[in-house]
């Protein structure tokens, strides 16, 4: 069993070139799907829930495709929160690392000093619990946007396998 990751990751391989695998999800986009929007580019795929049903926490799909010399096509996919989600919680996290790079710093000046040790820990203590809980966001929010990660890959699967 595989720890859970911040963002999901999958890798299959078709026996189709990447253009056919990209007109057929083209395709799919333009028939007429209540959940899924995207664009598609020759090597990239960009699935995401439609504005109606779309929360904050609602997923972003992006799919790589990589010819193989056989003939072959490999799918990498990964799950990942709006961009703008993901680079607010890449900063908050950056935050509670400078802080807490500061916390202790303040906690190691204060015991070389033989200052207030219990006010310095505490404020390390609290950055490194704040460092936690936001990290522990991105899988609170990828198990509530988990059904929405199901339909942007079956979408996937099926534009894909679908002749």
Same mark, same amino acid.
């Given at each position: 069993?595989?720890?859970?990751? +911040?963002?999901?990751?999958?890798?299959?391989?078709?026996?189709? @070139?990447?253009?056919?695998?990209?007109?057929?999800?083209?395709?799919?986009?333009?028939?007429?799907?209540?959940?899924? /929007?995207?664009?598609?580019? @020759?090597?990239?795929? *960009?699935? %995401?829930? *439609?504005?109606?049903?779309?929360?904050? %926490?609602? @997923?972003?799909?992006?799919? #790589?495709?990589?010819?193989?010399?056989?003939?072959?096509?490999?799918?990498?996919?990964?799950?990942?929160?709006? @961009?703008?989600? %993901?680079?607010?919680?890449?900063?908050? #996290?950056?935050?509670?690392?400078?802080?807490?790079?500061?916390?202790?710093?303040?906690?190691?000046? #204060?015991? *070389?000093?033989?200052?207030?040790? *219990?006010?310095?820990?505490?404020?390390?203590? +609290?950055?490194?619990?704040?460092?936690?809980?936001?990290?522990?966001?991105?899988?609170?929010? #990828?198990?509530?946007?988990? /059904?929405?990660?199901?339909?942007?890959?079956?979408?996937?699967?099926?534009?894909?396998?679908?002749?």
């Amino acid at each position: 069993m595989s720890r859970p990751r +911040a963002r999901p990751r999958f890798t299959f391989e078709l026996p189709l @070139p990447a253009d056919d695998l990209s007109a057929r999800v083209r395709a799919a986009l333009t028939a007429q799907n209540a959940l899924v /929007e995207g664009s598609v580019h @020759p090597r990239t795929i *960009t699935l %995401w829930v *439609t504005p109606g049903h779309r929360h904050f %926490w609602s @997923p972003h799909l992006d799919a #790589q495709l990589t010819e193989l010399p056989d003939g072959r096509t490999r799918v990498d996919g990964v799950f990942a929160p709006h @961009p703008q989600i %993901w680079t607010a919680f890449i900063g908050v #996290q950056m935050l509670f690392v400078l802080l807490s790079i500061g916390a202790g710093i303040f906690l190691i000046s #204060q015991l *070389t000093l033989d200052g207030n040790v *219990t006010l310095a820990s505490l404020t390390l203590l +609290a950055m490194l619990v704040g460092g936690g809980l936001s990290y522990g966001a991105a899988y609170i929010g #990828q198990g509530i946007g988990s /059904e929405q990660m199901y339909e942007l890959r079956s979408f996937l699967d099926a534009a894909l396998r679908e002749p």
